[in-house]
């Protein structure tokens, strides 16, 4: 099956600064890789995702690049603020099977 | 709430008690999920369903089991096999080859 890794676990970053959070995969045959955010307490919610037929995408200060010769993907926040500190997760899967595969989380703190 | 509503909010279990967690979509999805999510470790699969009537076990079946009987409908039941319940809950629905969308989670606690 397909195993998902994901780092730092925790990342602390300043105010304004990016943040990138790498994933690597194990199964040449994933195609679908969905980035979720969960604040405290709260349901994952999906923040950005990317197809193996793309390289990178973004939508405003985020973005997600894929490498899949290397198999592994990455999320770029840029000008962080206060309320994108959260937990991260990254995922695989094979569209077809539709079952996902989620990376361990990595904590982000943006100190003001 | 999303379209995908999880109760209880909280829920807590005696020893020896089988519990029952629900998960309900309005938003016409075949496949539905359900994740239990221990502090440091992700989200682990349980069992999940692409279709009503069936479903497959995931990488942590066991001392669970489900139900399919409706499309909208997938209950979780924490029987009284599972020796560390203690979790946060997360149902989830998809349609192929989309992310999921969650919900609000149920956290059980043994007392």
């Known amino acids: 099956g397909e195993n998902v890794e994901q780092h730092p676990s925790t990342l602390s970053v300043q105010e304004g600064d990016s943040a990138v959070i790498k994933c690597t995969y194990s199964?040449?045959?994933?195609?679908?890789f969905p980035w979720y955010k969960q604040e405290l307490g709260k349901r994952p919610q999906l923040i950005i995702d990317?197809?193996?037929?793309?390289g990178e995408k973004k939508d405003q200060r985020i973005a997600v690049t894929l490498n899949k010769t290397a198999k592994h993907f990455s999320l770029h926040i840029t000008e962080t603020q206060p309320e994108d500190s959260a937990v991260y997760f990254c995922?695989?899967?094979?569209?077809?099977?539709?079952?996902?595969?989620f990376g361990s989380g990595t904590k982000l703190n943006v100190k003001p | 709430d999303g379209g995908i509503t999880q109760s209880p909010k909280y829920l807590f279990r005696k020893e020896g008690q089988n519990v029952t967690l629900s998960c309900e979509q309005n938003?016409?999805?075949?496949?539905m999920y359900w994740y239990r999510q221990d502090p440091g470790q992700g989200l682990r699969l349980i069992y999940y369903?692409?279709?009503?009537?069936?479903?497959q076990k995931g990488d942590i079946a066991e001392g669970y089991s489900v139900s399919r009987e409706k499309k909208e409908s997938f209950p979780l039941t924490v029987t009284s096999a599972q020796k560390n319940p203690t979790a946060f809950y997360l149902c989830?629905?998809?349609?192929?080859?989309?992310?999921?969308?969650f919900g609000s989670g149920t956290r059980l606690t043994v007392v």
């Open positions: 369903s692409q279709i009503v009537n069936d479903f």
């Open positions: 989830a629905s998809s349609i192929q080859g989309w992310g999921y969308t």
């Open positions: 199964d040449s045959a994933s195609n679908y």
């Open positions: 990317i197809r193996s037929n793309v």
């Open positions: 938003l016409n999805h075949d496949a």
């Open positions: 995922a695989a899967s094979r569209d077809n099977f539709n079952k996902f595969y």
